[in-house]
């Protein structure tokens, strides 16, 4: 449900989608962090473990909604596809 999502840091949700998106998918991401994000999402992924895929599918829609805007991760998402 929502408190799942809402109890996740910013590191933690970016973290959820990069497992949710696969190693493949996830480079157009990946790609966007500096060092020291990179650093915080790894920490933050291997805080979540494994996390409920309700979860991360509500995490995924909302970054979606988010990034909405022209030219953003979502371009990148559906060249990943």
């Not at 805080?47 to 309700?54: P, T, W």
């Not at 829609?61 to 371009?75: K, R």
């Amino acid at each position: 449900g929502p408190d799942g999502l809402t109890l996740l840091t910013g590191p933690q949700r970016v973290a959820a989608l990069l497992m949710l998106l696969g190693e493949e998918d996830g480079k157009a991401v990946w790609s966007e962090l500096n060092d020291a994000e990179v650093k915080k999402v790894c920490v933050a992924m291997a805080e979540l473990g494994a996390v409920r895929g309700e979860t991360v599918a509500e995490i995924a829609e909302e970054f979606i909604g988010a990034c909405a805007g022209p030219g953003t991760v979502l371009g990148s998402l559906d060249r990943a596809q």
